[in-house]
């Protein structure tokens, strides 16, 4: 918060300060240091996130000039980094201090926001912006436009962000909050435009590419965003998260063999990572080589054994081999280590039901439901187990508890006709389907195949279908 360029000359001065520090303390030395130095090494540990020397830092202001108008400051800062923001800003609100001083400025509006005070907090950035005549305040910038961020005013955080870029600390985190603005306001057109003119700037910035082709994926053009990342590793071709990205967006068009002609041109520039080893793996199980996909997932587990992916990646091979057993065992680990993954959940939700341990997969069904509630595919899973449980009626359950939550749900509704009509309930069945076909005509296609011989030879289910169709006509 506080600049230490406003008190010292430069970088080399924080340096020799924060030395000295570090030798007083190993070393029990005594140096003399006054208060504005010890602030100086105090927002220095700040920013290193190191809160035990921070404390140090502050213990020895306190102790050494209780009566010097600062300590109030330095203590908030103290408080306000163990976590007590509601002491730090008591305490500066009750000491006697210059309250357009930009440093208790900046430490107030540290404290609102973590209080969650998001637009008082803004006012007092402010205030400290207005204190530095708005000149060199980029960093004040972007702790402005987080707090509009978290007050969800969206125009205002992509306004800052782009104020602040220039004093970013993470350029490819900046670059994300920036893109991400684009998203929430609908304006990718414009992000389009912005990331053109940043590589404009600087046509080697490689965080650049990279998000101008991540607005690409963002928009669904992933070839457009392949091109960009290409670019990126031009400029780099050691540069392994633009590989990454390539085969990702490959496998999702599922270009398979361009995926492994990525991998291979990386591998060949020592770029290989753990990750892109399963898209690798990915790509050759999608093309029918479950052998050697099988060993590509091996030798990214091997490179980092914490990785779910790798796991994951054997246990859909092994689901795809009909193993259910051994599939569970692997998606089980993939799922401790990324444990709010539902993809994960949902294929052993299928495998336990492979091998008719439905109670188990109601297990993780109910999870998958507890993170995600409002995810119509929880529901039908749910529904499934209880069909192949043989229990109709907690089937009909479980589509009613969905529709609670996701009324007049097209996928559920369809569901729920099929179940009346399995029961040879058919005047239910009718008017639910007739609900459904009113919602999404399209999905009466999917629900003729829930039971192709009965369904279609149904008189009464084929002439409101094609009752619909005119209609839709």
Partial sequence: MFDDDNFLDDDMDVKELVNRFEETVKQRQSFYFDADELNVILEHYLQQNNIKRANQAADMAVKYHPNDPLISIIRAKQLLANSHAKEALYTLKSANLDHDDADYLLTLAACHSDLGEH???????????????????????????????????????????????????????????????????????????????????????IPAWMALGNCYVRMGQLENAIEQFEYAVAIDPHYKKGYIDIATAYNELDRFNETIETVEEAKRYNAETALLLCLYGEAFAKTGNNEEALKIYHKAMKMDDKLPEAYAGIGFVLSDENNPESAIKFLKHAHILSPYNTDYMYVIVEEYNKLEQYDNALKFVNEILDLNPYDENVYISMMECYVLKDDPEKAMEALERGLLILPNNAALLYRKAFIYFAQDMTESGLLTLEMALDKDYDGHIEFLNFDAENLTSNPNIMDLIEEYRKKKA
Avoid: T, W
């Avoid at 008082?120 to 987080?146: G, H, L, P």
């Avoid at 955080?157 to 609908?186: M, P, T, V, W």
């Fill in 119 to 205: 637009q008082k907090a803004i006012n007092a950035y402010m205030k400290a912006a207005k204190e530095f005549d708005f000149k060199d305040c980029e960093d004040i910038y972007n702790f402005i436009a987080v707090e509009y961020e978290n007050l969800g005013d969206m125009e205002n955080a992509l306004k800052f962000f782009k104020l602040g870029i220039d004093k970013a600390e993470d350029i490819e985190n900046q670059y994300f909050e920036i893109r991400n603005c684009y998203s929430i306001l609908h304006k990718m057109e414009e992000g389009l435009e912005f990331f053109r003119k940043e590589i404009d700037k600087n046509p080697y910035s």
